[in-house]
Nanobody, 125 residues
Framework: QVQLEESGGGLVQAGGSLRLSCAAS????????MGWFRQAPGKGREFVAA????????SYVDSVKGRFTISGDNAKNTMYLQMNSLKPEDTAVYYC??????????????????WGQGTQVTVSS
């Protein structure tokens, strides 16, 4: 079973940037698609972004469009989330995950597999 490890989180001031990384061990990434989710304190896990490897199609939740960019290399089992213009409401634990499918209506990742530990992103105002 693939084990995913997120890194790159930290404390940043509003308006700042961070780049999150996701690496896999044990097995390779999903050959179809991968995604990023986040969970803020007291809230449920929320879809953030996804990438479909074939063709490189990406999708984002509305609140991060224009600020976050998902990228990666499936052959190298690496994926990134570049986060710019960070806001306090972006504060959350961020997770990467394989996508079983991408919904046709809002192009959201339907997660599958095991969640990693996540990486904490804290944005101060």
């Amino acid at each position: 079973q693939v084990q995913l490890e997120e890194s790159g989180g930290g404390l940043v001031q509003a308006g700042g940037s961070l780049r999150l990384s996701c690496a896999a061990s044990g097995r390779t990434f999903s050959s179809y698609a991968m995604g990023w989710f986040r969970q803020a304190p007291g809230k449920g896990r929320e879809f953030v972004a996804a990438i479909v490897w074939s063709g490189g199609r990406t999708s984002y939740v509305d609140s991060v469009k224009g600020r976050f960019t998902i990228s990666g290399d499936n052959a190298k089992n690496t994926m990134y989330l570049q986060m710019n213009s960070l806001k306090p409401e972006d504060t959350a634990v961020y997770y990467c995950i394989s996508c079983v499918t991408i919904t046709t209506d809002q192009a959201m990742c339907v997660p599958g597999g095991s969640w990693g530990q996540g990486t904490q992103v804290t944005v101060s105002s």
